[in-house]
């Protein structure tokens, strides 16, 4: 099974955690033995940009849209969505 790049932040972050907290109970002798973690090697994260449109950049691609895709565009823009998982799955009813 594939796991989505978002699922495997969100791996990293709780094996993050668990690490941490183990580390913690072997310090406060609370914990006896090796931190059980320690093993486990996280996901790769991919190293993509996080880019937003200027002001400028927004205009220019609302005015080489038609209706429906500028609605959707304009939409996507002012409620932050993310294209692939929320602007291209949205049902108009």
């Given amino acids: 099974m594939r ?3 978002g699922a495997k932040i969100s791996a990293n ?3 993050a955690c668990l690490k941490n907290i183990f580390n913690r109970c072997i310090e406060w002798k609370k914990y006896e033995g090796e931190n059980p973690v320690r093993g ?3 996901f790769h994260e991919s190293l993509n940009r996080v ?3 200027t002001h400028e950049e927004e205009k220019k691609l609302l005015v080489a849209t038609k209706e429906p895709l500028s609605t959707i565009i304009l939409l996507g823009i002012h409620a932050g969505l993310r ?3 929320e602007g291209l799955t949205l049902l108009w009813r």
């Fill in 3 to 5: 796991l989505q790049q």
């Fill in 13 to 15: 972050r709780e094996l």
């Fill in 40 to 42: 486990i090697r996280p």
């Fill in 51 to 53: 880019r937003f449109l």
């Fill in 83 to 85: 294209i692939k998982a």
